[in-house]
């Protein structure tokens, strides 16, 4: 029989240590290691993981046993940093999985999913199973951070199962289409929710342990976010927008991961005019090429006094590596800038993924 290790001592045994498998834009779950390798001789005890997104960065310091922060302005992107990076402890029991897959005669379900979204984006039977499982989870799920982790397994379900893995078209039909396809899973895809969900909650179940911190996730537009006690390293990856190519537009790519987290008030946040009902937002700055500058501008000056400022950002985006090395020189004294090769998800590129540090 094989070892068993505490949740803490786990800590202490893993070299490289394993991460959250996520299909997010922009996720630098391939290069954590590396991002990790760049930092890691620096002098920080507490990281702030600014703009999360899966969590993966927040995750890899949390193992190094850092003091994390995580923070992202999508709420389903909060759930997965309450459960994997603030969570020390709970886990989802197979009882409570269970529990989670199966319609109680007790219970009322809406149809709101059958309803708003029928052949946008899943089957119907699927549409079906989304309103019951999300009905389940917060009905019968108290403890927040059992309803994170089943959250988490649900979207990351969502994810797997969407040609692109977003939700930006109208585009169900390419699932059904009979034909030879050059890209997707068609496995993957006609997999029913309740397998994919069990894998995930399994995958997270097994990732949540304590490093002995108090690590926390937030919710907040970066702008808007006060931390009660000082950071010493800010790490930020803000949406990366190119030259040339699709805008990064997380609210609108993902807005069905936010709807599932905020299931009561989903039907008064959509833009019913719209094919593919969306929820309803305000313009990101950083996905527009007139206000981007200004964005990092702000985003540099609120975390000035920051003992180190981390980047991520990409060598075909706006602004250019140029302009980032001059803003940043504004308010630090070093900046160093490191390359890798680097291929997003989506894109045919092959830019460099960026790396500054400034102290
Ligand atoms: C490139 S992704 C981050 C990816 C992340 N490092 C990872 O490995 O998954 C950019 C993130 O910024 C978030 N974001 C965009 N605008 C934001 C804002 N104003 N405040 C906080 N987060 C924001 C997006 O929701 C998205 O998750």
Request: hydrophobic share 35%; with cysteine.
């Amino acid at each position: 029989m094989g070892k068993i290790h505490s949740p803490q001592s786990r800590l202490f045994t893993e070299e490289v240590p394993k991460l959250p498998s996520t299909r997010y834009l922009g996720s630098k779950r391939k290069i954590a290691h590396w991002i990790w390798q760049q930092i890691q001789h620096l002098e920080f005890e507490c990281f702030l993981n600014a703009m999360s997104g899966t969590a993966v960065v927040g995750y890899l310091a949390k193992r190094f046993g850092k003091r994390v922060f995580c923070n992202d302005i999508l709420a389903f992107n909060y759930q997965v940093a309450l459960a994997l990076v603030e969570n020390d402890s709970e886990t989802l029991t197979p009882a409570e999985i269970e529990l989670l897959l199966t319609p109680h005669p007790d219970i009322d379900y809406p149809t709101f999913i059958q309803d708003t979204f029928e052949g946008i984006y899943y089957l119907q039977e699927e549409n079906r199973w989304l309103d019951m499982v999300v009905t389940n989870i917060n009905v019968l799920l108290e403890n927040p951070y059992k309803r994170a982790l089943a959250f988490a397994a649900l979207g990351q379900a969502c994810l797997v199962k969407r040609p692109f893995n977003l939700f930006h078209r109208k585009n169900l039909y390419i699932r059904l289409k009979d034909v030879k396809r050059s890209f997707g899973n068609k496995t993957t895809w006609d997999t029913p929710f309740p397998a994919h969900f069990r894998n995930f909650v399994g995958e997270y179940n097994s990732l949540v342990f304590s490093n002995g911190r108090y690590n926390r996730a937030f919710n907040k537009d970066v702008f808007e976010l006060e931390l009660d006690e000082p950071v010493d390293l800010v790490y930020l990856d803000p949406p990366y927008l190119p030259v040339r190519g699709d805008k990064p537009d997380y609210h609108f790519f993902y807005h069905f991961l936010e709807g599932l987290v905020d299931y009561e008030h989903w039907s008064e946040r959509i833009d019913y005019s719209h094919r593919i009902r969306p929820i309803c937002y305000t313009p990101s700055p950083w996905t527009d090429p007139d206000r981007i500058r200004s964005a990092f501008e702000r985003l540099f000056e609120k975390f000035h006094k920051v003992k180190y400022i981390v980047l991520s950002y990409n060598s075909m985006g706006i602004p250019s590596e140029e302009e980032l090395l001059s803003m940043l020189r504004r308010y630090k004294q070093h900046v160093e800038l490191k390359k890798k090769p680097h291929q997003y998800v989506l894109s045919r590129d092959r830019p460099d993924e960026l790396l500054f540090v400034a102290y």
